[in-house]
């Protein structure tokens, strides 16, 4: 599990103008992709640098370009001298470990978030920080590494979908924001899945892992929700704001929904912790009320032979006068009597419900 | 009970145009049924096609169009067509498990929540989603399955109450969502009847079952309001929302009833789950009261026949000169003693308030 | 103490404008009582039919027509009538279980809430719905029993006291709420002197029966708590409402008051609460440090008895040659060894602070 | 401490136009005060009657009056006529339990809060209730009792301190609302004070009385928070409120400043209450901590012993064939491997780090 | 630690506008240094007194006039008269315990709020109240001592970074500001290393000392928290505030970046607490684990050797006819019965799962 806080002691009083990569290096090399579509067309092709992508923002089509791996300083300023972005937004792309944000700038619509992915082959939550630009006619994308969870839209522009090929970029930016707030609900789904199988053995057999995991998916919850909130909190204001870049009357319902999905994922995550929290007393209360029935179970075995060992303690004395001790059946009517007084308690403990 | 959340992998970045069945599906076949009525006439009856409601649309008359079983996405969109629905209402009605919401369109409005209805015969809850467009003379509602909670409404037009007859469609819309919220009150009031019995037994024999019980009442409950509470915010925006299908001079304080309803049930709801963590407390501490009274009884019996036992051992040693053995009646001081100092130790123990 | 919720099946889907009786029924009879007043008269008389009231609506003074009973439909049909009421505030009237409202209707104000009445004779909450409906120069006051809190307000009246006398029926209707909420917080003073005087006895002697108590002043301040929070909710909105049934300029300012005042039942009954929650934990700490104090002294008691039966049992074996058995004072000095033993132990434990 | 809610039962119904002293009287008789200074000018004098406070209203200095004492309503009507207030001025000054709250009335401003003031000499906290009652060129202040926090102001006027005899009624006001919300700093440091002791002495030696002190500090500060939290509401809707009674151009500033210093006072109340909540359970752990520390030495302890016993026990029996009995050197054998056993036993439970 | 809230008696009452010193005297000296820069130039120098700092205000350029050392009020009365400052600033400023918060003046721009700093060298963390007057073309700021966080912002200024020399007063206030929250995230992620560590071996090893650490983790970010949240306030109403010293176009932007690290710095501390109160709620189910084991198995000791020892008690009667004492084998029978009994014990409890 990713750490939930860091801050570079070097990065502290960085100027907000400064182009510097603050995160940790996630991918070996910088690969540069465009998609450009419009109704009648679709290109898809690898870059090679950022001067190779200019031509499609010169076109009436929409341009989508995407950029994995974000360690290379220069090259983030080179995209921001191609496409005139303003250097806050670089500096900001640069900064993985920033809050959920949109920010409305002179040339384009600046959004971030956390991109969370299930992969399965690692069985492992992969989590980065996405970057959005959005502009008239196109948009760029940011991602700290390679492999995301878009295939889905780019599946959609490639079959020539009506919607996507006749929508502009800020459909695109819905698109890929609905399918990452999809992610989060899904990646909640999975987590939930584990914690309602959970729910299940605890109740019979309370072991020591069930209570590892109750922990560790409390845990995993806490960063989830860490993650998801300020997410939420940033959709919000984005359709609350009024940005040019967003055409409210074609578009703007479709962020509304955003606001739905991301609300669910909330109180769905909401949900769990209550479940984990009750999960937790339900551990503890089994735990306890097992202990409690060996202790019970240990003390009435010992109490019953307490007054047994005392008489064959008193016929152990060495009186003289002891006049039991010379009787013939004395030693048959002592056992007798201990079998009887045995039988008693037995029958008492059991009839006051402690057995 | 139901799960809290799913998400299937294949509907992540699904087009908010697409019309794809989201959800497990509950009816084998779909059924259509058509009310229509006005102050004078009504007219009930089960349609083949949806080119059999169309003529009910032009007429003057209020139209009530429903439809039980969603998996059938080219009948939906037939609908749609008939209609002329926006697409995103059609989606948003075939995703089972979006998130309570109220959505004004160009031709209609959207309403969507969850249905509670209690089966008596199975003993279980069943909910479903519900969605409701609202168009000028009519209203068409979406249902999972066959089975609802309508009667009562379907009653009032048959019987002709005037009210309902010379009403229109917005009214119509209200006398369902109406239904709706008593059956989220009716199902927490019978969960309410079972949390208040429990309270009477809890006390006096705190069983493994109550702590059962208990739990599972909260998760019912935790569950309850996952529904309830989103369903309470729709309400509210619906009846802030200015929309033109509602008239607010006539339906709008109807609307605010729906409000007051919904609130009683989350203020309920709230009290219940008080309650039961109360009740989870009643039950760890008379638990652990019991054990500790049991405990300290035991205890109590051993500490007496500690003392007894040791004499009996000390006069079970086999020292040459132990001048009491000799006596002749040392053997009855001892039981004597024996007996005083047992005496002793429970007055003592019942002074102390220890027994 | 009374039910949170209940919901008849029967009751689910009503007509808002159906006249039924939503209740438990608690009077035999329905009473109609009229008090008219203006500066200079009053006239207060019990009345035998509706129509008897109506003379009283035409002349300039205030009437205040008080109806204890709502069984009874068909009257409750005949007010509406008689004074051209609004159906669906005579179905909010016949509606118990209804929650705190305040609803502007266009000629009438209605205002409903819970009243409620220490009947101190029989030393038990008594709890009902009030509804007022307040129009020019009338206020009508429906009860669901007959006794009530207003005798001081009739006695204002009676005795000729100059501003209830010269004011309208909304400073009349002010009265009534004040003094509905003057009960609130009656009821909780008394609740908190109980809760107060447990305080001083829970300490030194936590018996079973305080933990019942807090367990049950616990439940009575949710239960009062479930009727007090919506009601300063129906207060807020009141005070915010620009109703043309009450002169902001003279009245206005007094509702102002009515708010404070819920303000401090809800805070108070906050604090109380918190109060009942500290006496839960004070009461656990304290059960379970007397009972380690006994379990303690217990254990200590056996300890200091093992290794003296240990000794015992050592002189008890029958080996040929056991020394110490054949010399005069072994005995004696077996005695004296256990004495400074058991005593040095009790020492120890004395340092260590175990005993 | 005192009681945190009282409702009179004959109070309850009154008039709010009705003077009835509402509280405990606290002092024998009424005390009367007056301050009148200008820039110039100061008189400071003790007034038999509210006539000779009459002539000071009359100049175009600052009159402040205060009076010490409220159970004499007749003479707060008198005060009320001479300066002609509202009569709900007067009955809200006469209610000692009032909410904190402001109002602003024609011909004054009036504003009600609790002041606390710690009593050094008898180590007790002091609380009264205080309304200023501010107009043009006046301020009349209400106390319960003699004795107050105000010297410090008293001292700068009389001290010629610019600012407040070049101002004007409304900055007196501010003035003395600041120093009451001192005093809440003031007394909150106090109890911080203790509980910040307290916490140096609880985790080396968990008493009982620290127990009964973080119970008694916790309950004192839950009474301080009533007092305080209705304050803070108080002084903000003061600031929002634009009386003409304060010059915002000039006082406004500072009314701001009394809410920054409520907000702390409010904000380190929430702190020690988090700390006192975890000082119960540095208590609570501590010593369970103890406790299992004492049950399981004295456990192992018996633990060691329970073998010994029981071979002593098995030669201790009399069996004709008992081979070991008759070995020369047996006894010392049993005493050797007693030794070896237990030396054995504690070595394993030191390892396992048991004792 | 330092304490939560401190009042002086003596400085209670004290007037807005007297100049008195409130805190902790932290320095011996006041220091005065002066940066005063263009975007050609840029001088730094110590300055002697205030008159020196007056010839940089005169001109075009930048000045920022650092004063560490607060307990000299004359200097500050100096600095007021200098730079014709409000004396409620002043007054303001030497109030070290003031709650961070932001005032316009009609001559300048009032911030205050605590700054953090790390010190690595005394391993401690140093906090101190940090005001800053912005007015055109000058800054003023004070600080309780010597040393502070903003020696990158002085090196952007020394190196002549474009940014910050062609911008105004207001945008060096907001890198400063900048700095500071910065720290305050530099804080709380060297506490969540030390409280993420402490995680790893906190399940295996639940020692003492976690628990001590724990608590007082608990302390700090509580500590920490009191002083970060109101600064989250302040830094709310300094972007709402539309103040005339601060240019919106241009600076205003980065204001709102403050915003969204001082909200993740909010978040991060909810974060810890939540995962401070996990740990602690594992520490005790860890230790009470533990525990339960060794208790377990010292009682099941017990227990097996409690039939054994009565049995040996019975052939340790003294009964003239106790037949089995005198058959040739009886002795090891009685050992074979034994080991038997306590080997079929050891089973039974193993199966059970108690071992």
Redesign the interface.
């Known amino acids: 599990m990713a ?5 570079n ?1 070097s ?7 400064e182009l510097k990569f603050k995160g940790k290096r996630k991918s070996d090399k910088t690969h540069l992709r465009m998609m450009d579509f419009s109704a009648d067309s679709m290109v898809e092709l690898k870059l090679k640098s950022i001067a190779e992508a200019l031509p499609f923002n010169e076109t009436d089509t929409v341009s989508w370009l995407n950029i994995d791996g974000l360690h290379d300083e220069s090259l983030i300023a080179e995209v921001g001298e191609a496409f005139e972005l303003d250097r ?1 937004v670089l500096s900001d792309v640069l900064n993985t470990s ?2 959920p ?1 949109v ?1 409305e700038h002179d040339n384009c619509l600046f959004i971030s978030m956390k991109m969370m992915r299930y992969e399965e082959a690692k069985n492992r939550l992969h989590m980065e920080n996405l970057s959005l630009v959005v502009a008239n006619g196109i948009l760029i994308s940011f991602q700290e590494t390679k492999g995301d ?5 780019r ?2 522009i490639r079959n020539g ?1 009506k ?2 090929r006749n929508s502009s970029s800020d459909y695109l930016a819905f ?1 890929l924001l ?2 990452v707030i ?2 989060y ?2 990646v ?2 999975l987590l ?1 899945d584990r914690i ?1 199988t959970l729910e299940e053995t605890l ?1 019979p057999e309370p072991s ?1 892992n069930a ?2 995991q109750i ?1 560790s998916f ?2 995993e919850m ?2 989830l929700r ?1 993650n998801i ?2 997410a939420k909190e940033m959709i919000t204001s984005l359709v609350k704001l009024d940005s040019d870049f967003i055409d409210f009357e074609t578009t703007g ?2 962020f ?2 955003l606001q ?2 991301i ?2 994922a909330v ?2 995550s909401d ?2 912790r ?2 984990l929290s ?1 999960q ?3 551990y ?2 089994t ?1 306890s ?1 097992k ?2 029935d ?3 179970f ?6 019953i ?6 008489i ?20 048959h009517i ?2 007798l009597v201990m079998v009887i007084l045995s039988g008693g308690m037995i029958v008492y403990f059991k009839r ?1 419900g ?1 057995m």
Chains 1, 2, 3, 4, 5 share one sequence.
């Open positions: 750490r939930f806080i860091s801050q002691q990065d502290i009083g960085l100027s907000p103008f806050m920033i809050r944000k920010v969870v878009f295939e889905p839209v599946d959609r979908k919607k996507i698109a609905d399918i999809d992610n609900i899904y909640l789904s939930g309602e109740l020591e209570l590892f922990n409390k845990r806490n960063y860490k909130i300020p319902v479709h509304k929904e739905d999905n609300n669910q109180e769905t949900s769990y209550e479940i009750d937790l007393n339900i503890h209360t735990v009320s202990l409690n060996i202790m019970r240990l003390t009435i075995f010992s109490v032979f307490i007054p047994l060992t005392f064959a303690g008193i016929y152990g004395t060495n009186f003289d006068n002891l006049p039991e001790l010379h009787f013939k059946y004395s030693y002592m056992l006051k402690w």
